[in-house]
């Protein structure tokens, strides 16, 4: 689970972080800044597993929660509450830089942004297929295939091939932009879990 759940956020978040300049990415770039926040439901497929997984995300700037059957995790920029259904425990931290490499999205990009090389395909039924080829030659990743809406200019599909020859798929559905989140929605609210246990790590 948490190897999806760091995939997809890392895949979310490369579109509208890439450094690109003057192409399709560069464009859901600049959508993705102008939108004030985001919404999507995922479906992450990892092969040689069964099931799948179905959550949600919320995204502001660098903020987020997100939502799966295991866990919900908030982050607020300054600190983070990631709250676990099966033991009914939530984690507060303040992630240091190498923690946030794991699982604060805009930290991830900000370590990968210039390390692929772009291949951007010919638009078709109106998606275009982008190709992210990391120029490490050491990196988990083989290659990350991202399938985006040419006129919404937001990711419908990313399927990633890591370095053990392992396939994670994930789908995205529900995508929102334009929506203006108060700070609240990114911080744990004890209200909401009154039998949560809260561990303070920080």
């Known amino acids: 689970m948490r190897r999806a759940y760091i995939s997809f956020l ?5 579109l509208p972080l890439s450094h690109a300049q003057n192409s399709l990415l560069d464009k859901v770039k600049s959508k993705y800044e102008s ?14 597993t069964q099931g799948k997984i179905v959550g949600d995300i919320k995204m502001s700037g660098e903020k987020f929660v997100l939502n799966t059957p295991e866990i919900i995790s908030w982050y607020n ?3 983070m509450w990631s709250y676990m259904f099966s033991t009914r425990e939530v984690n507060l931290s303040t992630p240091s830089l190498s923690e946030l490499q794991n699982i604060n ?3 991830i990009i900000n370590g990968y942004k210039k390390g692929f090389t772009e291949k951007t395909g010919t638009p078709k039924n109106g998606k275009q297929t982008v190709t992210l080829i990391p120029k ?5 990743f083989k290659k990350i295939v991202l399938i985006i809406d040419s006129q919404l200019l937001y990711p419908l599909s990313v399927t990633i091939y890591d370095k053990n020859n392992k396939v994670t798929q994930i789908e995205i559905s529900k995508y929102k932009s334009g929506l203006n989140y108060p700070d609240r929605t990114f911080v744990f609210d004890k209200k909401n879990y009154p039998d949560a246990e809260l561990i303070d790590l920080r």
Do not use: H, R
């Open 77 to 79: 920029v300054k600190e």
């Open 105 to 107: 999205p805009y930290a």
């Open 10 to 14: 890392l895949i979310l978040l490369i």
């Open 136 to 140: 490490n030659k050491q990196s988990d």
């Open 35 to 48: 939108s004030k926040g985001i919404s999507a439901v995922f479906t992450i497929m990892q092969e040689g």
